[in-house]
């Protein structure tokens, strides 16, 4: 018995095809930067500023926001005047601490702060944190 064993010759192509792989890459690049001015977080309210702040937390439990208007949103979900104390009871009782973050138009008038800080106070809120942007330079 004879066996004969031949040697294919085989052509291999030791790069790799890198173009699918930009493909890929490209139309994620198009994804992100479609996607990412979409994400915004709350609700649009123009921030006073402040020289001495500090960050909220990434996850805050209880957020209120006043817009310029007087509508109020508790948690992103709109809310009017009449509800707004039974809204806080509800978020209070699931909240770990009894604080609460207030993001308020720069274009409000004081009494009508005052009149909401009233209703948090009804609903059983030991603590506001009262929400501004970063001054940029210091007033003369």
């Known amino acids: 018995m004879a066996f004969s064993v031949r040697k294919k010759r085989v052509d291999q192509n030791a790069e790799p095809n890198v173009v699918p792989l930009c493909d890929v890459l490209l139309v994620l690049l198009i994804i992100f930067m479609v996607v990412t001015p979409l994400v915004q977080q709350g609700v649009d309210v123009q921030l006073p500023t402040a020289m001495n702040t500090i960050d909220m937390p990434e996850n805050p439990d209880i ?78």
């Open 63 to 140: 957020v209120l926001y006043i817009k310029a208007d007087g509508s109020l949103f508790v948690n992103e979900e709109p809310a009017t005047e009449d509800t707004l104390q039974l809204m806080l009871e509800d978020a209070m009782m699931t909240a770990s601490d009894k604080k609460l973050y207030l993001k308020a138009d720069q274009d409000l008038e004081y009494g009508t702060i005052v009149d909401i800080v009233d209703i948090l106070k009804e609903a059983g809120v030991e603590l506001i944190g009262i929400i501004a942007d970063k001054k940029t330079e210091e007033i003369k």
